[in-house]
């Protein structure tokens, strides 16, 4: 098993459309990832698995966003509402990296799920864009990430639609 070293920045760069990653630390020395992380896929046809910080992560993202919909549904989100959701999909991110224990292949798909967590996080607190694009974005990022990794009692989010 190896563990991640991708700083706050990458996960801040992800917002990018050429963000880049930091290595993983292997045994053998450190190896980087490619520029853009690969398109999500199972594990030869499984899940690919967590660790305990993903998924205490993961379950604080969703239950932020689940506090927000409702505002968002109704047309009545503030935008100090769209900024604290931004910001705590940011801090979960970044403590999912620093704690990061999965073994490469897994890290690597995560990449994807991190990308656009970084994303629907930027679109969240930009002022000029349509900051429901980024709880959209936030949305299909969670369920993407429960389709492709064993987090036990994982359901897809419940949008109301």
């Known amino acids: 098993m190896t563990t991640c070293t991708l700083t706050r920045i ?3 760069a992800g917002a990018l459309a050429a963000f880049s990653v930091g290595g993983a630390v292997a045994a053998s020395g ?18 690919w698995p967590t660790d305990a910080p993903l998924r205490e992560g993961m379950t604080h993202i969703r239950a932020r966003l689940e506090q927000t919909l409702p505002a968002v549904h109704t047309g ?5 509402q769209y ?15 620093a704690q990061c224990k999965l073994p490469p292949d ?7 799920v991190i990308a656009e967590l970084s994303q629907a996080a930027d679109t ?31 359901t897809p989010v ?4």
């Open 124 to 154: 969240l607190r930009a002022a000029q864009d349509d900051r429901r694009a980024g709880v959209i974005r936030l949305v299909t990022a969670l369920d993407a990430y429960g389709r492709h990794f064993d987090h036990p009692g994982w």
């Open 106 to 112: 897994a890290d690597a798909m995560l990449h994807g």
């Open 83 to 97: 900024d604290a959701l931004g910001e705590a999909v940011e801090h979960e991110v970044a403590g999912i990296v």
């Open 158 to 161: 419940a949008t109301g639609h």
């Open 10 to 12: 990458a996960c801040v």
């Open 76 to 80: 009545q989100a503030s935008a100090v």
């Open 30 to 47: 450190e190896h980087h990832h490619d520029a853009s992380p690969p398109a999500l896929t199972l594990n030869a046809g499984s899940k």
